[in-house]
């Protein structure tokens, strides 16, 4: 069986696909990777399906080896990645042969490294996804040292890509939609505008934010309604949390504006003290 | 009735009750346009993921009164009534213990919505003595299978939660199952009752 088993998987590594949209009527997030364009490239680099599994590591620092020759890829923010210790490089389709090594150092900027490997990841899916939901705990545990992961039948390796490493700035500007709730709150243009700063607090779940809270207007409670990726979702302390993969599906919090799709893959990198501003259209 | 924008893709359907939300989620339901992929009920709305145009198109073209009437799914739940905050239940409704089991045994539920976990569902139905506020702090555990009330809605914990729920007792059902099909006991517009058992 091509496999591949965890060194290491540094501070945080979860097995993420495209996730398991269709099921949030029954309360399941669609989960799946975060910066969904560095997972598909990394996929394509390695002659994967878009949709294919790979390893989202937090912060980098995976090691893995592998027991057949395979084509891997690191894509996400710029990182140094070493075969058996040589380097080798991220973003680029790397070949490797069985029984070496490949490991991830730590990015300067960015969160989120993705790995992906000809086959894909090929553990049992679970509602039609092998990606892990850390709110509810469905899909493959986090990894841990001395895990084996099986590997899928390879494709072929395309030639040409688009091949750019995410920047992750210290300031982003993202452009949103304003609704469902926009009229719950005073000028929500110009308080979403204003600016915000990421906080240690976020993970898969949403990105909780800092900054001069939303100003309510109108008092009252919002019956639960179903919430979607991106919602920018404003509890009572008029901070906003925005809706990564792993929400929660329905939320009884008004949501004041929708992030746009193309936007959460920068989302998915933005450190803690990143400042985001939102550009309303 | 009033539709809200929700992103590029995805739209609320604000509604006026929840009977109107059951009677939009069921004409939409009837016809399931290919590219709905999501269709999320709320208390009072529903969002629509994809397919936006074909849903307005549908609901526009709809008589709400009368919306398509399938036979909704019927659950019966075995519940041992020996929950924490039963006698809290039966000393603000006035009533005994006893008295607490045969209201919620003798009515009919309706699966509302789901949300705060995979397979939890917001059951409405719930007799008036029932309807008593969530505890003043919530539990840092709650047990699975725990069935509890709060407000207008009864529920089951599908898993081991914090919460916040007056608990009137447990059932050892599985609310969720991921490798089941389907993988949750309750889904929206789903029929329950609870039984009683010792």
């Known amino acids: 069986m091509r496999s591949l088993e965890v060194l290491d998987p540094g501070r945080y590594a979860l097995v993420e696909d495209l ?9 399941v997030a669609p989960s799946g990777a975060l910066d969904t364009t560095s997972l598909r490239l990394a996929n394509r680099l390695t002659g994967n399906p878009e949709h294919a599994a790979g390893i989202e590591a937090l912060l980098g ?3 893995v080896r592998f027991t057949a020759a395979v084509t891997a890829a690191v894509t996400g923010p710029a990182v140094d990645v070493r075969i058996d210790g040589r380097p080798a490089g991220s973003h680029a389709p790397l070949p490797v042969r069985a029984g070496q090594t490949l490991t991830l150092g730590t990015p300067s900027a960015g969160l989120r490294c993705y790995l992906a490997v000809s086959g894909g990841i090929a553990v049992e899916p679970v509602l039609g996804s092998r990606s892990r939901d850390v709110l509810s705990g469905i899909g493959p545990p986090p990894l841990h040292a001395g895990d084996v992961l099986p590997l899928g039948e390879p494709g072929i390796p395309v030639g040409a890509d688009v091949v750019v490493s995410v920047r992750a700035p210290a300031e982003l500007v993202v452009p949103v939609t304003l609704g469902p709730r926009d009229d719950w709150f005073d000028d929500p243009a110009g308080g979403l505008a204003a600016g915000w700063t990421v906080t240690a607090e976020s993970n898969r779940v ?12 109108v008092d009252g409670e919002l019956p639960s309604e179903g919430v979607v990726t991106g919602a920018i979702q404003v509890p009572p302390s008029g901070l906003p949390v925005v809706f990564l993969a792993d929400h929660p599906t329905t939320g ?4 004041a504006a929708v992030v746009k799709t193309a936007a959460l893959s920068a989302l998915a990198q933005a450190r803690p003290g990143t400042r985001i501003r939102f550009r309303p259209s | 009735m009033r539709w809200r924008r929700c992103g590029k893709d995805a ?5 006026d009750s929840l009977d109107q939300m059951r009677a939009a989620h069921a ?22 993921v994809g397919g936006v145009a074909a849903v307005r198109a549908l609901l526009e073209a709809a008589d709400l009164a009368h919306p398509p009437s399938a036979e909704p799914r019927e659950v019966t739940l075995d519940v041992r009534y020996d929950g924490e905050d039963l006698s809290l239940i039966a000393a603000d409704a006035g009533i005994s213990t006893d008295a607490v089991v045969d209201l919620h045994t003798g009515a009919v539920y309706t699966v509302a919505f789901t949300g705060f976990a995979p397979g939890f569902g917001y059951l409405t139905g719930l007799p008036a003595p029932l309807r008593q506020p969530r505890l003043e702090s919530p539990r840092t555990r709650v047990p699975a ?5 709060a407000g207008e809605f009864t529920g089951v914990y599908p898993r081991e939660s914090p919460g916040g729920w007056r608990l009137l007792g447990h059932t050892s059902a599985t609310l ?7 993988p949750a006991l309750f889904a929206p517009g789903d029929r329950v009752r609870f039984r009683s058992v010792r």
């Open chain 1, 206 to 217: 949403g990105l909780r934010l800092d900054g001069t809270p939303l100003r309510r207007a």
């Open chain 1, 252 to 255: 009884g919090y008004p949501v």
């Open chain 1, 61 to 63: 620092g995976l090691s």
């Open chain 2, 27 to 48: 004409t939409v339901l009837a016809a399931r346009p290919p590219e709905v992929v999501d269709l999320v009920p709320g208390a009072r709305s529903l969002l629509v």
């Open chain 1, 19 to 27: 996730g398991r949209p269709g099921y949030a009527h029954l309360g």
């Open chain 2, 145 to 149: 299978g725990s069935v509890g009330l």
């Open chain 2, 11 to 15: 739209a609320l359907l604000d509604c």
């Open chain 2, 176 to 182: 969720f199952d991921p490798h089941a099909d389907p």
